[in-house]
Nanobody, 128 residues
Framework: EVQLQASGGGLVQAGGSLRLSCAAF????????IAWFRQAPGKEREGVSC????????YYADSVKGRFTIASDDAKTAVYLQMNSLKPEETAVYHC?????????????????????WGKGTLVTVSS
């Protein structure tokens, strides 16, 4: 079965860190771009970060630059999102997805709805 599995969410205090994982089962990321999105209740969806599995180029939303790091493993079956200095307002469900649209388009609806594979969300709760 082809699927993505996101994990690593949990409860952390403000200023703390979490590492999210997005694992592929039944396929590899070879020529795909893998993105992390987050959505909190009552807030708009936000494209957080993206990595191109083919060349390793990365994208970060301005709100997370300098604090979050995205990386893939050598086998191109997993992508990790290291989140440091977390803020309470970053409490949300985080989803990973894989598709062929360039990461630079992460904020567009076209990018979001074009993703080919989705993982179930993982909840990140940042307490103040």
């Amino acid at each position: 079965e082809v699927q993505l599995q996101a994990s690593g969410g949990g409860l952390v205090q403000a200023g703390g860190s979490l590492r999210l994982s997005c694992a592929a089962f039944g396929f590899t990321f070879d020529n795909l771009n893998i993105a992390w999105f987050r959505q909190a209740p009552g807030k708009e969806r936000e494209g957080v970060s993206c990595i191109s599995a083919s060349d390793g180029s990365t994208y970060y939303a301005d709100s997370v630059k300098g604090r979050f790091t995205i990386a893939s493993d050598d086998a191109k079956t997993a992508v990790y999102l290291q989140m440091n200095s977390l803020k309470p307002e970053e409490t949300a469900v985080y989803h990973c997805a894989a598709g062929s649209q360039p990461c630079v388009n992460i904020d567009s609806d076209t990018f979001y709805y074009s993703m080919d594979y989705w993982g179930k969300g993982t909840l990140v709760t940042v307490s103040s």
